[in-house]
């Protein structure tokens, strides 16, 4: 049976129950700046049961509020009464979400106020490290990437926010680079917890010298040798690749 998605701007006529969280101011401010930066796509419903000419909300309080304050409709999907209709929708559902790109998983917690993905759709606003990929990259453990996004339990490496400062810095000044990829984003993860403050600058204030790589170990190995340059013996050091 197909699911219908509706939409409303009536916001009265939805009833929250009992068992749903009580309103976070904090949740609720951040699903208005995901949604006033990436819009609310009706492919995010909120979930409702029909009862006495209402609907009683079983999934999605944070953002009916949200499109109130925004005064936006409300996408919302009416509950299928039977267990064998409901277990149809939800088919077609996770069908649909196989093919999703990872932009659309990020929005899809982002809508639904899962923090991490608000920070991760806030980041790639703020920060042009080119594209999802590369954020990602810098920000998170890249080895579980997909399945924890689409999971929606997506985690940040503690480094994340100064591995983005320092992307940045090295795209600004390493002008014979071309562009910047997923590869050398995660040269800099893995780079960055690894080498003091100094040499880490050493490496910012000469990124003029890096060029295109084929892959993260090279990219590992140029910064270790930008690094190195001019040291004496005693001093070299060498960045464990990972």
């Known amino acids: 049976m197909e699911t219908i998605i509706k939409e409303t701007r009536d916001y009265s006529i939805f009833d929250f129950s009992e068992c749903n969280r009580p309103i976070s101011n904090a949740n609720l401010l951040a699903i208005k700046l995901s949604i006033q930066k990436i819009g609310y796509s009706i492919g995010h419903p909120v979930t409702v049961r029909p009862y006495n000419n209402r609907f009683v909300v079983i999934d999605g309080q944070h953002r009916i509020k949200a499109c109130e ?19 149809e929708a939800m088919v077609m559902l996770n069908n649909a979400q196989a093919v999703w790109t990872t932009d659309q998983w990020i929005s899809h917690y982002a809508i639904r106020g899962f923090k991490n993905y608000i920070t991760l759709v806030d ?105 190195n340059k001019n040291k004496k013996a005693d001093k070299v050091i060498l960045i464990e690749k990972y």
């Open 69 to 87: 304050d925004l005064n936006i409709p409300v996408p919302y999907v009416v509950e299928n009464k039977s267990k064998r209709e409901g277990e």
């Open 123 to 227: 980041f790639k606003y703020r920060f042009n490290v080119g594209g999802t990929a590369n954020l990602l990259a810098l920000t998170t453990n890249h080895t579980q990437n997909k399945k924890f996004i689409k999971e929606g339990t997506i985690g940040f490496i503690p480094n994340g926010i100064n591995n983005i400062k320092i992307a940045l810095a090295i795209k600004e000044r390493a002008i014979n680079l071309g562009a910047f990829d997923r590869n050398i984003c995660l040269a800099i993860a893995g780079t960055s917890s690894k080498i003091n403050e100094k040499d880490l600058d050493k490496l910012i204030q000469n990124a003029i010298s890096i060029k295109k790589c084929g892959t993260k170990d090279q990219y590992i190995e140029l910064f270790q040798y930008i690094i």
